[in-house]
């Protein structure tokens, strides 16, 4: 019964019982009544006033019920026929005088009873197996009855002949609505099955199939139907795959470290990125306490409401980690949280160099405005009994620390520049040596006056001239050169070579200074960055800054060989 054909065929089958079972009920139903009213309608017919009279006046004759059973039997209308239809003439207690069968009694009934009470006893009940009528005949010698009974013989004939009938169309029905109802059902099952097996494969995930029906019925609506739901599924899930593929990349491949626990704390993804920040092997194993405990509860996550959050910090080894931790879903119980992992360690460092950046700079500014402010004030104090040579070493000084605060503002704004893109480069074609001689000439005379240093420039034959900017050129060198005066101790050496290899013209400054640790060597272009002894010996932490910025403009090589205390060698290819 779980086969939809078996239950089409059952209620095919039902419907025909039901329907046949009806009429023949109806049918049946209808033959009886109809003849009973048959028969009632003759006895009306035949009992007619006038033949009454005749009953009565036979009464008074001699062997009166032979001559009433007489008339009687001759009457057409009353269809008598001994086999199923009897006429008797009976005494006023129901004896039987005389029948037409012979009987010499008969069955009492209620029209019988009527008629001894001297009214027409002519009622009858469908179910009983006969019909009868019942007249009194009044007369001076006495009162009798005329008693017409039928057996019903011809109805239950016809009945029975009626029920063959009905039987007989009743198998013949069940035949062709059994055959008529597999092909029904083998019509409406085919697609039916077809959508079946095309539903499976859509639930086994296979979107590309679409179900093939001709019929233009309700049924080839819904075929259409399913097959556009299965467009728009494949469609939709493709959309989602591509969505996925591109979230699973950002999040396998960002910065940033992403954790999400479940609501019971434990680790369901992870992106690479937080496992080394949080320098620890994630798994599922893992659990929110285990990380993050001292940093939040992850009951009280779970009770925000979006867009709450929490933003916390922790710090793991060297590194400063930013935490922003939300719940991800407001069911607590398949919900969990969502931790977002930034490193703010180089943020930190720069702000912390960047503030003594503004240290550093102050610093630097200010003693050379000082110097220049003292100074001039001596000269407008004295006037003109000042030595003139005394004027005009002070006027080499005011001009020197000048010059000093120009290198410094000059590398700013070279910075600045660089960094907004708005760094104009000049280039054009210069004699390199020359440029690299006009660098040398103005550093050599503090050098050797005020450090003490032995400064020498060697060129390796003869230099071509290069293309670049040769403003930005000499302030890379020149900020090299004075490092190496400065970082250097008094009585040093600093050698400047010039020369020209297979990559193009080299230039090559060497000291032998306090020289740089591995930290420093690493950061020493970092903005702002200054190693401990340059921290000694002052400065901003902008020169090399700069120098990096405008060799990646102009797209020259650095290299540099450094040691603590053992000095440092910067080679640069033009």
Not at 267 to 289: E, G
């Amino acid at each position: 019964m779980r086969s939809l054909r078996m239950k089409m065929v059952m209620i095919m089958v039902i419907l025909i019982l039901a329907l046949m079972l009806t009429t023949g009920a109806f049918l049946m139903s209808g033959v009886g009544n109809f003849y009973v009213s048959q028969f009632y309608e003759q006895m009306e017919e035949t009992f007619t006033p006038e033949f009454i009279v005749q009953l009565q006046r036979l009464s008074e004759e001699d062997n009166a019920p032979a001559q009433m059973k007489a008339l009687l039997m001759a009457q057409a209308g009353l269809g008598i026929d001994i086999t199923g239809r009897n006429v008797y003439i009976l005494d006023q207690t129901g004896s039987v005088l005389d029948s037409s069968n012979q009987k010499t009694s008969v069955a009492m009934t209620q029209n019988i009873l009527s008629a001894m009470n001297g009214e027409v006893g002519q009622s009858s009940a469908i179910t009983n197996n006969y019909m009868d009528l019942a007249v009194p005949v009044d007369a001076a010698s006495g009162s009798y009855i005329a008693y017409i009974r039928d057996n019903r013989a011809t109805v239950d004939a016809l009945t029975s002949e009626l029920l063959s009938i009905i039987l007989r169309a009743l198998v013949l029905g069940l035949v062709i609505c059994v055959i008529l109802s597999f092909l029904l059902s083998q019509i409406l099952i085919t697609p039916i099955r077809a959508l079946t097996i095309g539903t499976k494969r859509v639930a086994a995930g296979d979107y590309t199939g679409r179900v093939t029906v001709d019929s233009r019925d309700e049924i080839g609506d819904l075929t259409q139907n399913f097959n556009h739901m299965a467009k728009v599924l494949q469609d939709t899930i493709a959309e989602a795959e591509n969505e996925r593929n591109k979230l699973s990349t950002l999040f396998l491949h960002m910065t940033d470290g992403v954790v999400a626990f479940n609501a019971a704390g434990s680790v369901i993804h992870y992106n690479p990125a937080a496992t080394q920040m949080l320098a620890q092997n994630l798994s599922d194993q893992t659990t929110f306490d285990e990380i993050f405990s001292k940093e939040a509860e992850l009951d009280t996550l779970l009770t925000l409401r979006r867009p709450q959050y929490i933003e916390t910090q922790k710090t793991v080894g060297d590194r400063e980690l930013e935490l922003f931790m939300a719940p991800f879903s407001s069911d607590h119980t398949q919900g969990g949280v969502l931790v977002v992992i930034h490193d703010v360690t180089e943020q930190r460092r720069s702000e912390q160099l960047k503030r003594e950046f503004v240290a550093n700079v102050s610093h630097e500014l200010r003693t050379p405005l000082t110097n220049i402010k003292s100074y001039a004030e001596t000269i407008v104090d004295t006037g003109d009994e000042l030595p003139p040579e005394l004027r005009q070493n002070f006027m080499n000084v005011i001009i020197s620390e000048a010059d000093r605060m120009t290198r410094i503002v000059q590398d700013l704004l070279t910075l600045s520049k660089i960094d907004y893109g708005k760094m104009e480069m000049n280039i054009s074609r210069f004699p390199f040596l020359k440029a690299v001689q006009n660098v040398y000439d103005a550093a050599k005379l503090n050098a050797e006056q005020n450090h003490h240093h032995t400064m020498t420039l060697t060129c390796d034959g003869p230099i071509p001239d290069v293309n670049g900017d040769r403003e930005r050129i000499e302030q890379v060198i020149t900020n090299i050169v004075s490092n190496a005066v400065k970082y250097t101790p008094d009585n040093g050496k600093i050698t400047v070579t010039d020369g020209v290899t297979a990559d193009g013209v080299f230039l090559t400054i060497k000291d032998d200074g306090i020289g740089m640790d591995d930290e420093t060597g690493r950061r020493m272009f970092d903005r702002y960055y200054r190693g401990d002894k340059s921290r000694q010996k002052g400065g901003n932490g902008l020169g090399l800054a700069t120098v990096k910025k405008i060799a990646e403009v102009l797209g020259v090589k650095i290299s540099v060989n450094t040691a603590p205390d053992e000095g440092t060698e910067f080679t640069f290819i033009f």
